[in-house]
């Protein structure tokens, strides 16, 4: 079944089983390899891409939801590293291992798009679904503050 999508704002169409979770069409039909695998039951937040803005696990999220939708992937949200997040993310070597960046970036820009100057506590909310095995919370949470221009 062909599935039809825009992906990073170009239009794609797969031939895929319609089941078959986003996160592998992303990453093995497409390539984009900067959304990660990680529990494969969306507890962890290493895959999160956003689907026409909104948040979602793509490792659980079959592909048949994403048609005719607009998916963001890490490599959509800023091919060359320009984004304020990706920016304040290496400004303040956030990442350890890096595995869970990708999730948490995706997560922290979605919430910036709805709270531009976030507040901790909605911070450390919005990415309660993201885990970093390293535990760099704190350095996750001051790049999101500092992305948006908060003290």
Known sequence: MTIRLRVNGAERELDVDPEMPLLWALRDTLGLTGTKYGCGEALCGACTVHLDGEVVRSCVTPVRRAAGKDVTTIEGLSPDGSHPLQK??????????????????????????????????????????????????????AAVKKAAGVP
């Not at 303040?92 to 869970?100: A, E, I, S, T």
């Open 88 to 141: 304040a993310w290496v400004e303040l070597g956030v990442p350890q291992c890096g595995f869970c960046q990708a999730g948490q970036i995706m997560s922290a820009a979605a919430l910036l798009a709805k709270r531009p100057k976030p507040t901790d506590a909605e911070i450390d909310r919005s990415l309660s679904g993201n885990l970093c095995r390293c535990g760099t919370y704190l350095r996750i949470r």
